[in-house]
């Protein structure tokens, strides 16, 4: 069973730069897992970020970014804003028939 | 613009069955995988199931596979989630989605429909 995972929180100070891994429990993450983020304001549903590992969805400012790191895929905040505070969970293609979420990674922003 | 709205939630009793829906509109759907998602109450999201453009290929979570049932009529631009042995676990909101086959991920989420299983 593929198991993603991502921390549970993290945090940025307004203005400063933050990196969201996701990986997994076994093995490395690539490419070919296409990663796609979405953030999530409570009460809303999610957004899409990033998907294809590192393309920004349209209308995602340019301050969002994503790539791989190490063995990971990772979403970067740069210039972090106090309204990207929320919720970002990554997915991984797993096959054709599964996608795997993470846990997701709570940010704050202070 | 793209609209997803789903529709159907409620309370339902542990073991009972529910039928959620979802409109769509404002793009062609035939051409589109369409996804089931949900979140229970105060945790993460889970993919549940998709379904590729004609209906014929189907794939769902584990947690799912033979209680819940995919489907799409193309007629009425509509997604369906049958479900059935309800679990106080499945207590979510339910949100549909457009899967986009190129890069597989989505695009377009509606707003969710929430199910609650509670006696």
């Known amino acids: 069973q593929t198991v993603v995972t991502q921390e549970p929180a993290s945090s940025v100070s307004p203005g400063g730069t933050v990196t969201l891994t996701c990986g997994l429990t076994?093995?490395?993450?690539?490419?070919?897992?296409?990663a796609s983020w979405y953030q999530q304001t409570p009460g809303q549903a999610p957004r899409t970020v990033i998907y294809?590992?590192?393309r920004r969805s349209s209308g995602v400012p340019d301050r969002f970014s994503g790539a791989i790191l190490g063995n990971k895929a990772a979403l970067t905040i740069t210039g972090a804003q106090a309204d990207d505070e929320c919720d970002y969970y990554c997915?991984?293609?797993?096959?054709?028939?599964?996608?795997?979420f993470g846990g997701g990674t709570k940010l704050t922003v202070l | 613009e793209v609209q997803l709205v789903e529709s159907g939630g409620g309370l339902v009793q542990p073991g009972g069955s529910l039928r959620l829906s979802c409109a769509a509109s404002e793009f062609s759907f035939t051409t589109y995988w369409m996804t089931w998602l949900r979140q229970a109450p105060g945790k993460g999201l889970e993919w549940l199931a998709h379904?590729?453009?004609?209906?014929?290929?189907?794939y769902y979570v584990d947690s799912v596979k033979g209680r819940f049932t995919i489907s799409r009529d193309n007629a009425k631009n509509s997604l369906f989630l049958q479900m059935s042995s309800l679990r106080a676990e499945d207590t979510a909101i339910y949100y549909c989605?457009?899967?986009?086959?190129?890069?597989?991920?989505?695009?377009?989420w509606g707003q969710g429909t929430l199910v609650t299983v509670s006696s």
């Open positions: 379904i590729n453009q004609d209906g014929r290929a189907e």
């Open positions: 076994s093995g490395s993450v690539s490419t070919s897992h296409l």
């Open positions: 989605a457009r899967s986009e086959a190129d890069f597989h991920y989505w695009s377009y």
């Open positions: 997915v991984l293609f797993v096959d054709p028939g599964t996608r795997v």
């Open positions: 294809g590992t590192s």
